[in-house]
């Protein structure tokens, strides 16, 4: 069974920063793509950045310059760095990751979510 365990998140001050782990496990056979998304009370779930296999990761306007994300293909892991933090960035943070497992069809993957607070 796949699963997606995220970590790292907390508190932190603004100007601050922060960063996300997320670990993928289980039988996969291909990973389509990658990303992060943020959720805040009343809002729909957003997205901060997506990676696919071979190619640079793309990211929304809101965070260009202040989050990075990346990937550890030997780990299995992605990750997402955050810098410049403001109290907008407060939020609930999910990984998330379109799979194909062994012998299954391509599926929607969710890690749990991270809670983030930015906050002097």
């Known amino acids: 069974q796949v699963q997606l365990v995220g970590s790292g998140g907390g508190s932190v001050q603004p100007g601050g920063s922060l960063t996300l782990s997320c670990v993928t496990s289980?039988?996969?056979?291909?990973?389509?793509?990658m990303a992060w998304y943020r959720q805040t009370p009343g809002k729909q779930r957003e997205l901060i950045a997506r990676?696919?296999?071979?190619?640079?990761?793309t990211y929304e306007d809101f965070v260009k310059g202040r989050f990075t994300m990346s990937r550890d293909i030997d780990k299995n892991a992605m990750y997402l760095h955050m810098n410049t933090l403001t109290p907008e960035d407060t939020a609930v943070y999910y990984c998330?990751?379109?799979?194909?497992?062994?012998?299954?069809?391509?599926?929607?993957?969710w890690g749990q979510g991270l809670q983030v607070i930015v906050s002097s």
């Open positions: 998330y990751a379109e799979i194909s497992p062994t012998g299954r069809g391509r599926g929607d993957y």
């Open positions: 990676i696919t296999p071979g190619r640079m990761p």
């Open positions: 289980g039988d996969i056979s291909r990973v389509h793509a």
